[in-house]
């Protein structure tokens, strides 16, 4: 529910540059943006890009505004304000918002996105010639496992604050019924998250397969109302292919398997991005791509990672993510975002997902791990 109080209707994709703002006068919203602004510009050690781009000049000009759907720039900022540790800090509540509050989002994608300017256009989808994808580690010497996924919403539906739990509940029905006719390595079963036990939930995230749950960055952002009706889990009978469903995105496409095999694990994500694509409309912007809940995945939406284990650059951690950040890698825990290392195992994916195509963000990453095993060999 916006902050607005405003019931959501079915939000239509980002309409092609259209601002389409409305005022906001909820003097609760208002005293809320206040004081949260207050907040952030107290919070000295907070290096999120939501302090960094709220100016006064900019938080002025869009506290007052609001989307077709209801949503406010209060339902935009509120993660990063409960959570100054945030590195973003801010999530989009419907489609509309990259528009509606375009001053506060340009900036922020532009900084991310590594100078993806308000002015720039994201390229049409091209997933590239499948077959040019290697092995990164043939011999099975530092990559434990090989993961791509890439996010997706649904068109006619806004994302997590502006749903209600019957439409949380009509996107599982129609999504669950579309992967019941997948056929061959994409062939499986959905999961929902509501009676399925804990003890099993937990093998499923422990493996690494299922989503955590109670990401406070994600309860902030007012995005597990409801929870767990829903959302829920569809994969194959080998768990190579997994799809997520109403966990931060309305879905998550992911293939994974043991090993470096990047080119299977890709093609296989290809295929059933394509299969789902060609039975549900996806929402898509003629300027930023995909569209996602966080910026951060906006454009491909893609995130190619192997867990690996780089035992002498990891030895001097900020030089593997000095070494990483020249490849445009990124450099995270064991079990993803804000997680640690166990074991010596890093996931190390893209950095970049925006003003690229797919092929190119992938690559990105394979030239890049294939560059960080000579380094390690060489050491
Ligand atoms: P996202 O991929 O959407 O950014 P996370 O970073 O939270 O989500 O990762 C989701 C899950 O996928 C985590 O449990 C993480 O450990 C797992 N994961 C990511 N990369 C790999 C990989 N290469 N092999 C196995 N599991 C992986
Ligand atoms: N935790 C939020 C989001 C960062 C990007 N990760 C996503 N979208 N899963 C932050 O601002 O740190």
């Not at 293939?255 to 290809?270: A, F, H, I, K, W």
């Not at 867990?307 to 950040?325: G, N, S, V």
Request: proline share 4%; aromatic share 8%; charged share 25%.
């Amino acid at each position: 529910m916006p902050t607005s109080g405003n019931m959501p209707g079915c939000g239509a994709s980002m309409c092609k540059g259209k601002k389409k703002a409305l005022k906001m006068e909820d003097p609760a919203v208002v005293a809320k943006l206040e004081e949260g602004f207050q907040k952030l510009q107290a919070a000295s050690d907070c290096r999120s890009l939501l302090k960094k781009y709220l100016t006064p000049e900019v938080f002025d000009k869009l506290k007052g505004q609001k989307t077709a759907l209801g949503a406010t720039l209060l339902d935009v900022i509120q993660s990063g304000v409960e959570n100054l540790d945030s590195g973003i800090g801010v999530y989009a509540p419907d489609a509309d918002s990259y528009l509606v509050f375009e001053d506060l989002f340009n900036p922020i994608i532009e900084d991310y996105h590594v100078g993806f300017t308000k002015d720039d256009k994201h390229p049409a989808s091209d997933f590239g010639d499948l077959s040019s994808f290697v092995n990164v580690d043939p011999e099975g010497e530092f990559v434990i496992s090989t993961r791509v996924r890439c996010g997706r919403s649904l068109q006619g539906y806004p994302f997590n604050p502006c749903l209600n739990e019957e439409q949380y509940k009509t996107m599982e029905a129609k999504v669950s019924g579309l992967l019941s006719s997948l056929t061959g390595d994409l062939k499986g079963t959905y999961y929902p998250l509501t009676g399925m036990t804990k003890e099993v939930q937990q093998q499923l995230i422990d493996d690494h397969f299922l989503f955590k749950e109670g990401d406070r960055f994600l309860q902030a952002a007012n995005a597990c109302r409801y929870w767990p009706s829903g959302r829920g889990i569809y994969h194959n009978d080998d768990k190579t292919f997994l799809v997520w469903v109403n966990e931060e995105d309305h879905l998550r496409i992911i293939s994974m398997q043991q090993g470096g095999d990047l080119g299977t694990v890709y093609r296989r994500m290809v295929a059933g991005a394509n299969e789902i694509g060609n039975k549900l409309p996806f929402s898509r912007s003629e300027r930023l791509g995909y569209l996602t809940f966080c910026p951060t995945n906006l454009g491909t939406t893609i995130r190619a990672s192997v867990h690996i284990k780089l035992p002498k650059l990891a030895a001097d951690k900020a030089k593997l993510d000095a070494t990483a950040a020249k490849f445009n890698l990124q450099v995270r825990g064991t079990h993803g975002e804000h997680s640690d290392s166990e074991g010596g195992v890093y996931d190390i994916s893209n950095k970049r997902r925006m003003g690229l195509t797919e092929f190119q963000a992938v690559k990105e990453m394979e030239q890049g791990i294939l560059e960080l095993i000579k380094i390690e060999k060489s050491m």
